[in-house]
């Protein structure tokens, strides 16, 4: 941390670990702990989009230019948060099998697998928590990936 209170002036967090690290040293001396309450985090979230302790905005399972995860992964850390919509470039809510999806997908995190078969196709989608757990994106363009970008 440098004496502007900057986390890492270079701007890189290498995984979602090190984002929640450094969002804990920021803490320690800048405005504290003061996280969302959970109606405000849940409607981020929903709409594929969550803010950092320093108000920059990111996805959900991401972090800022500046080092520091999301609320979403800080929270994370402590229990049970609102879960991951699949961003709407990776999968269009208006289809008709979109609710199929999101079920699907619920039950797979609720059952701890790594994924589902797709109720339309058969194939196997990984899920946003085993997506997550991995800690980065693969540019393959996943349904569920926690990282895609607003």
């Known amino acids: 941390m440098n004496p502007a209170g900057d986390v890492n002036p270079a701007g890189a967090a290498d995984d979602a670990a090190a984002a929640v690290?450094?969002?804990h040293q920021w803490f320690e001396t800048n405005s504290g702990w003061a996280p969302p309450d959970p109606e405000t985090l849940a409607d981020w979230?929903?709409?594929?989009?969550?803010r950092c302790p320093d108000e920059?905005?990111?996805?959900?399972?991401?972090?800022?230019?500046?080092g520091l995860a999301s609320w979403w992964l800080i929270l994370a850390e402590l229990g049970p948060v609102p879960p991951l919509v699949p961003h709407g470039t990776r999968l269009d809510p208006l289809r008709p099998d979109y609710g199929a999806i999101l079920a699907a997908h619920q039950a797979a995190v609720a059952e701890g697998s790594p994924g589902y078969a797709d109720p339309a196709t058969g194939l196997f989608v990984l899920t946003a928590a085993y997506l997550l757990e991995r800690g980065f994106c693969c540019d393959q363009g996943?349904?569920?990936?926690?990282?895609?970008?607003p």
């Open 142 to 149: 996943c349904r569920h990936c926690p990282y895609v970008r």
């Open 45 to 50: 979230v929903a709409d594929g989009v969550c």
């Open 56 to 66: 920059c905005l990111v996805a959900p399972a991401g972090w800022c230019a500046h």
């Open 21 to 23: 690290r450094n969002a």
